[in-house]
């Protein structure tokens, strides 16, 4: 490898890519390479083993996906399924093919049973059915785990996985219909402020708890993770579960952080539920043990972050 390596970010218009970007570059030893879509699909397997022919990569962050929340999930699950598995097994097999040795795959809470016992564990991976309304993108996940786990095994290589929970920040995805709860609620308490409506309904019942995470600590983690010394990652992983959980290990109710959400935005109207429409998976709390040990913890508490996000939102596509 070279004494600057040349990094690869997959997805790095992405919120979490981006992010990681904006990590490598502030730490300034690495020489980031990007590709933004309309000169690498990465659906193409051609064109990424093009790439990877030509482009000398020393590591790989795959952060690129097809993401959304329930509503998308569920109205394009075969948009969902395949392209994200598209993306995974071109990127890692043409990596390896051309010879790349360290690569970091990102992945997501949903991996893991909809009524895995709290916090889940690693080991809580495929031991019972999946929440159905984002069955599809969780399935290519596993795959894209299960993809690293076995080129390790197979050709000795270091191909490591973090399934963050649910992030947010700068570059989210603020739209209406297809973002997941965070942006969607800043976006719908920011609009009922504009117009001045008397109360914002939220999906479901509000009881369901959830984990959030400020997308610059997940960037954070996922460097860290990728530059520990093999040895010292693979003795708090194991063989065939060799992922490790990124959270913030603090949960608060889907009503709790719309009252969050209206107070940093200012809204002083009434939150309503829907409980006809979805709550998902009842909770999902993340257990962070394996990667505390290994010396890493997030430092934007959520208030902090959801201020920040508002303030990304306004500056994107606020008005």
Same mark, same amino acid.
């Given at each position: ?251 608060? @109710?889907? %009503?709790? #952080?719309?009252? $969050? ?8 109207? &009434?939150? *309503? ?13 993340? @257990?962070? %043990?394996? #990667?505390?040990? $290994? ?8 208030? &902090?972050? *959801? ?13």
């Amino acid at each position: 490898m070279r004494n600057t390596p040349r990094i690869f970010v997959a997805g790095h218009r992405g919120m979490v890519g981006s992010a990681i970007v904006r990590k490598l570059k502030a730490e300034g030893n690495a020489e980031v390479v990007t590709k933004p879509r309309a000169e690498l699909d990465l659906t193409d397997q051609r064109a990424v083993r093009d790439f990877f022919s030509k482009e000398k990569i020393d590591q790989v962050y795959l952060a690129a996906a097809k993401v959304g929340g329930i509503n998308a999930n569920n109205s394009y699950p075969a948009d969902f399924i395949y392209q994200n598995l598209m993306i995974e097994t071109n990127v890692i097999h043409e990596a390896w093919r051309a010879g790349v040795r360290k690569l970091l795959l990102l992945g997501s809470s949903c991996i893991y049973p909809r009524l895995a016992p709290q916090p889940m564990t690693e080991d809580a991976l495929l031991t019972g059915p999946l929440e159905p309304t984002n069955e599809p993108y969780a399935i290519a996940k596993i795959a894209g785990i299960k993809l690293c786990e076995s080129y390790n095994r197979q050709y000795g290589i270091d191909y490591r996985s973090v399934m963050p929970t649910n992030l947010y920040g700068p570059g989210d995805n603020y739209h209406p219909e297809n973002s997941h709860v965070l942006p969607a609620l800043i976006r719908r308490f920011h609009e009922a402020k504009v117009a001045k409506t008397a109360s914002v309904v939220i999906w479901g019942t509000g009881e369901p708890k959830r984990e959030f995470l400020y997308v610059d600590d997940m960037a954070a983690a996922s460097v860290y993770v990728m530059n520990l010394p093999v040895e010292v990652y693979q003795a708090h992983t194991k063989p065939m579960q060799s992922h490790l959980n990124v959270g913030s290990e603090q949960e608060v @109710s889907i %009503a709790e #952080l719309a009252g $969050l959400v209206r107070r940093v935005v200012g809204y002083s109207g &009434d939150i *309503v539920t829907d409980p006809s429409m979805p709550d998902g998976a009842p909770r999902k709390l993340m @257990s962070t %043990a394996r #990667l505390n040990k $290994l010396g890493w913890w997030p430092t934007v508490a959520l208030e &902090d972050g *959801v201020r920040l996000a508002y303030e990304d939102f306004l500056s994107t596509v606020g008005n």
